[in-house]
């Protein structure tokens, strides 16, 4: 039935077809140009990036180093959750952290229902959306986006661009190299729906709060930056 | 889906009886095109990005079997299973099938208006399949037996007191408040995963196609589509073939135009590319998706002078922005797609007989394409609707008399003038004293709602030759 | 007259003008076209009314008989294409002939409905951006509170906006009372209000409601569709405020009744 379906349905496509070659094809695209972003709120990307964060409802942190790192995320963990514990990929970078010294605690693997926090190492982060990108894999199973109650994501400062554009040139790169991954996941901010009466509720299905760090070579004043942009 | 399109007119007056549902629905159409505005005066270059996006997409399908082909050719690839659907019941048996093949009985379901359009929750029902929708919106209308109001907000029509009664009836979970929406909203969430940990098939739609690398591109808030995407051991993606881009940059695009007008967010929470089932490497993911892409007479679309519809991205600004939409509300139109997109893809997808009411819901006033990201001109494409009414006789007689004389009358310029030089001032004599008339013959429709006001004296085209005339006559005098 | 040069500077006296009169201002409200040719009389313009003219033909092309309507649409571009401007005291009524007339004919037709097209203006664009009218040395009509409806062909076919809200500042000294959706159908839409009762019901109710709540004591607008409209439906709910086309209150004819009103 397939077969004939799909004979069916492309002879009809190609009834009103151009039938162009594919190099005029590629031309025509080229010539296109690429589409307008949206501007950035500032002319720093770093704080840019942070400031669409937490125009997406999500937390910010900024640090200088691994051992920072480590340390803010324990104290994050603390505070909020009065916990040592979450769940992370089997990400080679998150393996190398220092963990014991901030009494952070991680298992490494998918999060199974019930863990309640959830650490990502992105791939990718974009100013122009505020939001981080993973693919899926053994360094960050799916599940560890979508199953925890909270989500701590961390983001390289090298690996921050500053529109989807380049974004997806960086994607595609790395896609000749090691393949296309199953899943590439943009994420912007904890999961939300407005569905009853218009009212946004954070936590629909996914996790409820969205704690992003950005690490590396951060301008000092960037997260204050941000937050005065963004009105904190 | 069952189709009351042609008793649009009874269901858009039942509807309006509802005082609280109208309250409900002012307030959206109030609220909804203020977030709308504010997202896209934020995006400085919107005109640009929008006649970039429509480049794109006209691009793509000037050329479809092209790019389709691409796709199709990249998806199985990427290891995925491509079907071909020529119509609904194709894409349920395909969908059917694929669930029987594993012997699943729970199915996880994201937002599809393609699966609303083929039935395919019914269907699957029919064969004992416990298919639960996971989008809250859908939920909540699954839940209550309903269909969406909205594409983009399916459940908008209902209160929170309606969704709480519904959910203390339906969640066998004992006594509790459920006061707040926060709790309505954790409460379905608690149901739902419990589902899609169990579900062995997921299904969801896509937002669109990447032919240059064969992924699907699926936008949500909630994250449930991704659940339905990630968990189950089998992915089926229903959609159709005109949601196919040549590269992601372009779907890229397309979501800063589609977002800002959906729901005046800038970016979605989840922006999710799929390519295929689970890698060697992978602790996770569906051991085996498949790619249902439906026609459903799209392809006629593309071949006819209805064919810039096919442009149209599902982002709802129409409908919040139509006031007969703001009226009615979404039931009314009888079919899954309301308002002004609504009233163009009922005829074409399924039959301009059948929704012969839908076209003439409609003043031209405009406001539709003005918003439309994908700048289809709705008003245009409506009337021509009407056009192909009138020209297959589906529109009533006596109305398509009445405009032919009309014509023909105006057509007559000394016959209109003579005519209406004794009929005015007869109408104004008649109604001078109150200058309005409660009720008037063959104008029941306008008298129904609002007096019909009096002309004012005699026709302008009298008084203006009798003023010319004594003019003339005051010049010759001189 | 040369055009281009009237593009650039001031009209001098002598800048012939047609009226397009519309058949409900014929029909129900001569008021507003006398009004029209005052006006563009105060601003320096020489008015000719075709004598010829009945209807521009959007009952007929709004619901579809494009085959009828084509007729009536070459009947007006004959009648009017030898003016030097065409003016029509109606916002759908000049899109009608700016936009649909271009989109309705084809091949030496449509050629002729183009160049129609861009000489003919809607009154308050007219004599706010094309002729500049002025109060010279006139003293401003007095008006009590206004709010405007704007009338959605003119708003969104032709860019109406400011202009209406000028000319009122301008010669009437009058800041518009703006009502809440002030951008939203007033549920006239031709054969629509007539067709679908009910809805068209419901929004005019709306825009009556949003009206009266700006506490205006008149409601103008530029087009007498929508003005009927809102005025029956005033009266009919019994509303204490006055409906009138913008060109009478421009040009101070606040004697007669308002739409709808005894005498």
């Given amino acids: 039935m397939t077969d004939s379906a799909r004979s069916h349905i492309f002879a009809k496509l190609r009834q009103v077809s151009r039938g162009a070659p594919t190099t005029t094809l590629e031309r025509e695209l080229q010539a296109m140009g690429r589409a307008p972003g949206a501007a950035l709120p500032c002319p720093d990307l770093c704080a840019a990036f942070l400031t669409n964060v937490l125009r997406n409802q999500g937390s910010v942190d900024c640090t200088g180093n691994r051992s920072e790192t480590v340390k803010v995320v324990g104290q994050y963990l603390y505070e909020h959750y009065h916990s040592h514990r979450l769940v992370a990929g089997n990400d080679p970078r998150l393996a190398a952290m220092p963990w014991r010294d901030a009494g952070v605690l991680p298992r490494f693997g998918s999060v199974e229902p019930g863990e309640p926090v959830a650490l990502s190492f992105a791939r990718l982060a974009v100013a122009e959306t505020g939001s981080i990108i993973t693919w899926t894999g053994k360094a960050n199973p799916a599940a560890n986006n979508l199953l925890a109650e909270h989500h701590i994501v961390l983001v390289d400062s090298a690996d921050l661009v500053a529109n989807t554009e380049q974004a997806w040139d960086r994607i595609n790169q790395d896609m000749d190299k090691s393949g296309r991954p199953r899943g590439i996941n943009f994420i912007a901010g904890p999961s939300s729906t407005a569905d009853i009466e218009g009212q946004l509720v954070y936590g629909a299905h996914g996790p409820h709060s969205w704690h992003v760090i950005l690490m590396g070579d951060v301008p000092e004043t960037a997260l204050q930056e941000a937050r005065s942009i963004a009105g904190l | 889906m069952k189709q009351t399109s042609e008793t649009f007119l009874e269901n858009a007056s039942e509807a309006l009886k509802d005082a609280g549902k109208a309250q409900r629905r002012d307030l959206l159409a109030l609220f909804t095109p203020m977030v709308r505005d504010a997202a896209i005066n934020n995006f400085e270059n919107f005109q640009t990005l929008r006649q970039h996006v429509k480049k794109v997409r006209q691009h793509s399908l000037d050329n479809l079997d092209h790019y389709l082909a691409q796709f199709e050719q990249e998806a199985v690839r990427n290891g995925n299973r491509v079907h071909f659907a020529r119509d609904g019941d194709e894409l349920n048996s395909i969908v059917l099938d694929i669930c029987q093949q594993h012997s699943a009985r729970r199915i996880a379901k994201g937002k599809s208006m393609v699966t609303e359009e083929t039935g395919l929750n019914d269907f699957l029902q029919r064969a004992n399949l416990d298919v639960m929708e996971t989008d809250l919106g859908e939920y909540i209308i699954q839940q209550a037996g309903e269909t969406p109001s909205h594409i983009v907000g399916p459940a908008l029509h209902k209160s929170a007191a309606e969704i709480r009664e519904l959910f203390l009836d339906k969640h066998d979970l004992g006594p509790r408040e459920l006061a707040e929406t926060a709790d309505l909203v954790a409460e379905a969430r608690g149901v739902l995963r419990e589902h899609f940990l169990k579900a062995e098939v997921g299904i969801i739609g896509a937002n669109a196609l990447i032919a240059e690398n064969g992924y699907t591109m699926l936008v949500t808030n909630e994250g449930n589509g991704d659940l339905c995407a990630n968990l189950p051991r089998v992915l089926i993606v229903c959609t159709t073939m005109d949601r196919v881009l040549p590269r992601a940059e372009d779907a890229s695009a397309m979501l800063r135009l589609l977002v800002r007008s959906a729901t005046g967010q800038p970016q979605t929470c989840y922006t999710s590319y799929y390519s295929g089932p689970r890698r060697e490497q992978d602790t996770d993911g569906p051991l085996e998706t498949h790619i249902v892409l439906l026609d459903n007479k799209r392809s006629d679309v593309l071949a006819s002078d209805y064919h810039e519809m096919l442009q149209c991205i599902r982002c709802g600004a129409c409908l919040n922005h139509c006031p007969i939409y703001a009226s009615v509300g979404g039931h009314a139109y009888g079919w899954v797609y309301p308002g002004p997109m609504g009233s163009i893809l009922t005829p074409l997808l399924t039959s301009l007989e059948q929704s012969a009411a839908l076209p003439n819901a409609c003043t031209s006033c405009g406001r539709c394409a003005e918003v439309c990201p994908a700048d289809i001109p709705l008003p245009d494409l409506l009337r021509d609707l009407r056009h192909q009414e009138a020209t297959e006789n589906l529109s009533s007689t006596p109305w398509r008399r009445g405009m032919k004389m009309h014509a023909w009358l105006a057509r007559h310029p000394r016959l209109y003038h003579a005519l209406t030089a004794i009929g005015i001032p007869l109408l104004h004599r008649l109604g001078r004293k109150r200058g309005r008339f409660s009720r008037l013959p063959m104008a029941d429709g306008w008298t129904s709602q609002r007096d019909f006001p009096a002309p004012q004296r005699k026709t302008f085209m009298q008084l203006y030759k009798a003023r010319n005339k004594a003019s003339r006559r005051r010049a010759d005098d001189r | 007259m040369n055009k281009q040069h009237l593009d650039s500077t001031p009209p001098s006296k002598?800048?012939?003008?047609?009226?397009?009169?519309?058949?409900?201002?014929?029909?129900?409200?001569?008021?507003?076209?006398?009004?029209?040719?005052?006006?563009?009389?105060?601003?320096?313009?020489?008015?000719?009314?075709?004598?010829?003219?009945?209807?521009?033909?959007?009952?007929?092309?709004?619901?579809?008989?494009?085959?009828?309507?084509?007729?009536?649409?070459?009947?007006?571009?004959?009648?009017?294409?030898?003016?030097?401007?065409?003016?029509?005291?109606?916002?759908?009524?000049?899109?009608?002939?700016?936009?649909?007339?271009?989109?309705?004919?084809?091949?030496?037709?449509?050629?002729?409905?183009?160049?129609?097209?861009?000489?003919?203006?809607?009154?308050?664009?007219?004599?706010?951006?094309?002729?500049?009218?002025?109060?010279?040395?006139?003293?401003?009509?007095?008006?009590?509170?206004?709010?405007?409806?704007?009338?959605?062909?003119?708003?969104?076919?032709?860019?109406?906006?400011?202009?209406?809200?000028?000319?009122?500042?301008?010669?009437?000294?009058?800041?518009?009372?703006?009502?809440?959706?002030?951008?939203?159908?007033?549920?006239?839409?031709?054969?629509?209000?007539?067709?679908?009762?009910?809805?068209?019901?419901?929004?005019?109710?709306?825009?009556?409601?949003?009206?009266?709540?700006?506490?205006?004591?008149?409601?103008?607008?530029?087009?007498?569709?929508?003005?009927?409209?809102?005025?029956?439906?005033?009266?009919?709910?019994?509303?204490?405020?006055?409906?009138?086309?913008?060109?009478?209150?421009?040009?101070?004819?606040?004697?007669?009744?308002?739409?709808?009103?005894?005498?």
Avoid at chain 3, 69 to 75: G, V, Y
Avoid at chain 3, 131 to 156: F, M, Q, W
Wanted: hydrophobic share 35%; charged share 20%.
């Fill in chain 3, 14 to 263: 002598g800048f012939r003008v047609s009226l397009f009169v519309t058949c409900l201002a014929d029909l129900f409200r001569p008021s507003v076209a006398f009004a029209s040719i005052k006006l563009l009389e105060q601003a320096g313009c020489e008015v000719t009314v075709p004598l010829q003219q009945t209807c521009c033909g959007q009952p007929t092309y709004n619901t579809g008989d494009y085959e009828s309507t084509i007729p009536l649409a070459q009947q007006v571009i004959e009648l009017l294409e030898s003016a030097d401007y065409v003016v029509v005291p109606s916002g759908s009524c000049a899109g009608m002939i700016c936009h649909h007339y271009p989109r309705l004919l084809e091949g030496e037709w449509r050629d002729r409905a183009l160049q129609l097209a861009a000489k003919t203006f809607e009154l308050t664009t007219f004599l706010s951006d094309i002729v500049h009218i002025e109060l010279n040395g006139r003293n401003p009509v007095k008006l009590p509170t206004v709010t405007y409806h704007d009338s959605c062909a003119g708003l969104r076919e032709l860019g109406i906006k400011g202009q209406p809200r000028k000319l009122l500042r301008e010669l009437c000294d009058t800041q518009v009372k703006e009502l809440q959706q002030t951008e939203v159908c007033c549920g006239f839409g031709g054969t629509f209000c007539t067709k679908m009762p009910e809805i068209s019901g419901k929004m005019v109710g709306d825009k009556l409601n949003n009206a009266l709540a700006t506490e205006a004591k008149i409601l103008t607008g530029g087009d007498l569709g929508c003005l009927l409209n809102i005025a029956g439906r005033a009266t009919r709910q019994g509303e204490d405020i006055e409906v009138r086309h913008i060109a009478e209150l421009l040009c101070g004819d606040l004697d007669g009744p308002a739409i709808g009103e005894g005498k």
